[in-house]
């Protein structure tokens, strides 16, 4: 009939459309598997071994090939600043109908293998002995195997987990490193492995396992870097597992060189380690030259760290897309475009480093979330890069901040450095990536963490980061730099009677106060005291008037990193608060782009 014949031609025209310009964009939400890890673990208690598992199997799973993420995991437990997070995140993409989430129904490992690979993407197992060497081979067999799971597809084994788990039981041995001639040996494993596997593995994304003795017996943090090995292994890393000893180190760890010896400049180091201080530094020391040259980073090369322990879920956001766009919104300017009052002292707080996907991965320790956000201006710390590397988690708070929410780079403005280390070549390489990353997601202000050298190698190098910076994008707006002599590594000790400083094209430079009136890592650095709040307003108070207005301060912390054992007055929101409400009425609460104006301002004010 006609009616039959036009309904036919209609049905036609519909699926001619689908086809040249694709589904809805409610047919394109992602079907994401969420497994449940917190009570996996409980339920059949697993060992380090068999969590590793798990998080290659996640990074497997979220490979670099695949357009959307596959699956996601509830892993509160090694999540130290935010234990509800990935369930915050589940609720908040499934509102959003970002994410359609399809919960894995067993709490077993086994559950997860074979409810969580529907495409059959592993190939089998790699089995390694981490009892050889009395028990010491697990330093080196482990990351190895690693190595080779997320180069040939493959799960790392145990005989112990083969004999636990019916399901490894039942699949092939692929590789089998157990009775290889090097694998009682760390130096034999690691020449081989450097032969063998590093020629393969990314260039641009480096990690460390951090599992040695004695910190696996000691330092919860080193357990907890466990938790990143999804992203690891979705990127080709290589797994490295080395100690970074020495607060100066002298010499970068042989096996760190050359592990490092060949990655592309501006590479990211992930994962954690014994000592951060000289990891920051054998890492910013290592890597090609842009022509190639192995080893030679002071020739504009090197790389940056990006603390990661604790961090579960990274192959997910960095695969997870943004509703209508490919890149991150950029952080919004909030300026309430007040005028400089010369009698005023100005504060603003700044919450944390800001070189960890850590912290917003837990939205700021939670603290993003919380109902009182916009109440008070913060000025919170975040990286740039992070938008480059994870764009959706970025995205988030590009798109959900609001009035009083201001923003910092820190420490080092696009990635874990210290400045004073650098050669100028290094400088260049770097602030030309942090001047595009700033123009392309804010923000322009920089916290340095105080590792820039002496007054003199400060200004230069401060000078110089700016122009190769303005050249590529833009210049920062303001530098901060903090109390950290107990890094020694080109330490900038600010002078207390001098903490506000001008370059000479007018950026400030604002020290933090340290001694007798300490504003650095609060609340810790209050100490033990009935009355947090009292403390800090009154050392605020008495930087404010021991200074000439109009003045600038800056308060750096109040984030916890871990939610055990906190004190309610000590609550960020509680201690900012009560901490505003008991300030001189002279001292004004700011954000960090409001200080970089008025500040720049003032100095103009006194040059004229």
Known sequence: SIKTNMATAIALQVCVLVLLYGTSKADNIPTVLFFDMDATVLAESLEYEEQLLAYVFEGLMNSVDEEQPQIMFNAGYMNFDW????????????????????????????????????????KGLVAYDPTLAEGNAREWNLPIAVTIANQQNLLPVTDMMIEKHTCLASMNIVTDIRNASWASDSDSAWAWAFETLLPKASKTVAYNLYHYSPQIHSDPQSNATLANVDYAVQQKAFIMNFHTVGNPATTVNPLFSQALAHMEPLFSAFGWTDDEFAFVWMTLSS??????????????????????????????????????RKTSRKLPVYDRGMSLDKTKSYVMLETNEGDTPRIVVSAFSKSWTDPRRGTLPVSWAIDPALGEQFPALFDYFASTAGANDSFVSGPGGCGYVYYGNLSDAQIKTFAARCGRLMQQYGPAIIDTYGQTGDMSNTKSVLQNFSRYASESGVAPNMYITQPTGVIKYAYFPCNQSNLDMWQPDGTPIICTSSGRNNLFYIPGSLGRTSCPSCELSKRI????????????????????????????????????????????????????????????????????
């Not at 090369?301 to 897309?321: D, E, I, Q």
């Open 83 to 122: 234990p509800g997070s990935d369930m915050y995140w589940n609720q908040y993409l499934t509102e959003q109908k970002r994410v359609n989430f399809k919960n894995i129904t067993s709490t077993t490992l086994c559950g997860l293998l074979n409810e969580g690979d529907p495409n059959q993407k592993i």
């Open 287 to 324: 890597g090609a030259a842009p022509d190639g040259t192995p080893n030679s980073a002071s020739k504009g090369g090197g790389g940056a760290v990006f603390c990661s322990f604790a961090t579960p879920n990274l192959s997910f956001w960095k695969l997870l897309p943004i509703p209508g």
């Open 541 to 608: 108070n008495a930087v404010a008037a021991a200074n000439e207005p109009p003045f600038f301060i800056t308060v750096y912390g109040g984030l916890k990193w871990t939610a055990k054992d906190e004190n309610p007055q000590e609550e960020f929101w509680t201690l900012w608060s009560d901490t505003i409400a008991k300030l001189n009425a002279s001292v004004i609460p700011v954000g960090a782009q409001e200080m970089a104006r008025l500040a720049k301002e003032a100095h103009a004010n006194v040059d004229n």
